[in-house]
């Protein structure tokens, strides 16, 4: 299309999307939007590592054909006061990726602000914020270096739709009418009232986006974060249609969190995604003090908006934050943070918003080595403590500089050879550690791994003792004692007799059938005492229900089977006592 003020330059090619798969050629023309304040400043410092990352990774085979696009206050001048011109959305779409500075809202101009207007205007359901630590960087952590998710932030429901009506008017007063008088609502008197939609479409699309995600990126867990257990019709909702896209549209290459535990006894398969769910506050806990057990999270949009700043703070703070806004295949790369305009033209600013930014970008068309580049080669230059004042102040011994003089360092440093394969090959053997690790805990201390890692025993395969220790019905007693002596357990499996039960032996058995009767352990075979038949349950059933059986049957423990009837483990009420004890759990209202 014939554009007035935007030029595209004539060497690069459009990238295009068929089948919903994108095409990028080797000379790709992207868009990118200066930004106001200090968005001129940080926007020709990444320009010129992006393309200095690129050169070098491709030897000139490829190169970005840069196509300046207008919002904001240059807009204004531009397009005669129009600080969101049609033209530029028409760009974006024309062009599929593009990257922007910080964005002022004009005050009192009809905007709620150009970022929400950009991306309702484009459909860019999720605001997607990678969060990961940089070597060098200064952190409130101990260990920052824990912190690597991706989390994708519904972009276009929950508050951003939101329907509020003010304490007072007649439309307040008519809607809470209905509420107390039609739905028999409970709330006080002029209480100002809002709506949040959440919708299984909106749902959908963002958590079949996240999967997704994770799969292209050999993630290794999606988590649902939301309130569901207050908000069950909304944030409830999330979760439940979350769960319900896994299972529908990546079953072939997802389990949930109950399998890992109940069917695989906490041994990620290879190629499997777990999918898993925690509520939102207590994920901001666990972001805290066990980070590396999340990959990729899940989130509304309020939820994700708090969650996304806080985890980059843990990181070095929301000026090196970087974070994109998508739709199916439209992507706009963006600085998250404001545009600190008393810093403006003031050559002072992090780049590292921005530059990141770019950064996910060069991943996003697949040029992953330019990406690389760049991520491997800013570590070295904080090592060599160049840095800009605000990292300056944090750190002993720093040189400050500014903010092209920081861009020349990090270009030095990517021109002065990386090795690429060395530093790759040492970060994958690094996360296949930290994988390796999990699963030995995981293991080892399945319930204890549960509720640390932030998840609320509710199964009996989240609870029931995996190592069974079997004996056949001529065992003696004696003998089976010995057993149950050297292993430190207090019953003992007993194998199919020839009707094909499965038995149990307890302490109890003993007590009350051998010693209470004046009887021998030596001469008294387990088949003579163990109990048949056995009540079996599935792994996946709920305490509550294991609680009921046991009490409705006057036992102390059920044999845990798998689909295939042979015994998984055994839940005793003992085990169902000290997961209540140690969890807090509570029943569902």
Same mark, same amino acid.
Not at 264 to 278: L, M
Not at 308 to 317: I, L, N, T
Not at 366 to 380: F, H, M, V
């Given at each position: 299309m014939a554009y007035k003020h935007v030029r595209l330059p004539e060497d690069g090619q459009k990238i295009t999307v068929e089948n919903d798969q994108m095409n990028v050629p080797d000379?790709? !023309?992207?868009?990118?939007? $200066?930004?106001?304040?200090?968005?001129?400043? !940080?926007?020709? =410092?990444?320009? @010129?590592?992006?393309? =200095?990352?690129?050169?070098? =990774?491709?030897?000139?085979?490829r190169k970005i054909h840069w196509a300046e696009l207008f919002m904001g206050e240059k807009a204004a001048k531009v397009y005669d006061g129009d600080y969101f011109p049609a033209e530029t959305l028409e760009a974006i779409k024309d062009l599929w990726v593009a990257i922007k500075g910080p964005l002022t809202t004009p005050v009192g101009e009809g905007f709620r602000s150009l970022n929400v207007s950009l991306r309702q205007e484009l459909d860019l359901y999720a605001c997607v914020r990678p969060v990961r630590h940089?070597?060098? &960087?200064? *952190?409130? +952590?101990?260990?920052?270096?824990?912190?690597? &998710?991706?989390?994708f932030r519904e972009n276009t429901e929950d508050v951003y739709c939101g329907i509020e009506y003010q304490s007072g008017t007649d439309e307040n007063k008519k809607l809470a009418k209905f509420l107390k008088e039609e739905m028999k609502a409970d709330f006080f008197d002029d209480a100002g009232l809002g709506i949040k939609p959440i919708s299984e479409f909106g749902t959908k699309r963002l958590v079949r986006k996240a999967i997704q995600y994770a799969i292209d990126n050999g993630r290794e867990s999606v988590t649902l974060v939301h309130k569901g257990n207050i908000m069950k019709f909304t944030e409830g909702a999330f979760r439940a249609w979350g769960y319900e896209v896994a299972r529908e549209e990546f079953g072939h290459c997802t389990?949930?969190?109950? %399998?890992? /535990? *109940?069917? /695989?006894?906490?041994?990620?398969?290879? #190629?499997?995604? &777990?999918?898993?769910?925690?509520?939102?506050d207590i994920i901001f806990q666990l972001m805290l003090l066990r980070p590396d057990d999340f990959d990729v999270l899940a989130t509304m949009n309020l939820n994700g908006d708090y969650l996304?700043?806080?985890? =980059?703070?843990?990181?070095? #703070?929301?000026?090196?934050?970087?974070?994109a806004n998508m739709s199916d295949n439209i992507a706009v790369f963006e600085a998250t943070h404001g545009t600190a305009p008393k810093y403006a033209d003031k050559n002072k600013v992090n780049p590292g918003s921005l530059l990141f930014s770019g950064v996910n970008m060069l991943e996003y068309i #697949?040029? %992953?080595?330019?990406?690389? +580049?760049? *991520?491997?080669? /800013?570590?070295?230059v904080l090592a060599d403590k160049i840095v800009t004042y605000d990292f300056a102040r944090n750190m002993e011994g720093a040189t400050e500089v500014g903010t092209k003089e920081f861009a020349d360092a990090l270009i030095e440093q990517i021109n002065g050879g990386i090795?690429?394969?060395?530093? @790759?090959? %040492?970060?994958?053997e690094k996360l296949a550690r930290e994988r390796k690790q999990r699963e030995i805990r995981r293991l080892l201390q399945p319930m204890e791994e549960m509720i640390a890692s932030g998840r609320t025993p509710t199964s009996?395969?989240?609870?029931?003792?995996?190592?069974?220790?079997?004996?056949?019905?001529?065992? *003696?007693?004696?003998?089976?004692?010995? $057993?149950? @002596?050297?292993n430190e357990v207090s019953s003992l499996v007993v194998e199919p007799n020839d009707s094909g039960e499965w038995g149990i032996m307890t302490r109890r058995d003993i007590v009350t059938k051998i010693v209470r009767e004046g009887k021998s352990p030596t001469d008294i075979t387990v088949g003579e005492i163990a109990s048949r038949p056995v009540v079996t349950v599935a792994p996946e059933t709920h305490l509550r229900e294991a609680a009921n059986t046991i009490a409705e049957k006057n036992i102390s423990r059920l044999l845990v089977a798998g689909k295939d009837g042979e015994p998984m483990g055994i839940t005793t009420e003992t085990d169902i006592f000290g997961a209540i004890e140690q969890s807090g759990w509570l029943p569902e209202a």
């Open positions: 000379n790709p !023309i992207l868009g990118y939007v $200066e930004g106001d304040g200090i968005g001129p400043d !940080i926007t020709k =410092a990444c320009l @010129r590592i992006w393309d =200095a990352a690129v050169e070098k =990774a491709y030897g000139g085979k940089y070597a060098g &960087v200064p *952190s409130p +952590l101990k260990d920052p270096g824990k912190v690597d &998710v991706v989390i389990i949930t969190e109950d %399998q890992l /535990y *109940s069917e /695989y006894n906490g041994r990620q398969p290879e #190629g499997k995604i &777990v999918i898993k769910d925690r509520i939102a996304s700043d806080a985890a =980059a703070a843990e990181v070095g #703070g929301i000026g090196i934050a970087p974070g #697949g040029w %992953q080595e330019a990406a690389d +580049l760049i *991520s491997l080669a /800013y570590p070295e090795d690429l394969e060395t530093k @790759r090959k %040492q970060r994958s009996v395969s989240d609870v029931m003792t995996r190592t069974l220790i079997t004996v056949t019905d001529d065992t *003696s007693v004696h003998d089976a004692m010995h $057993e149950m @002596r050297k």
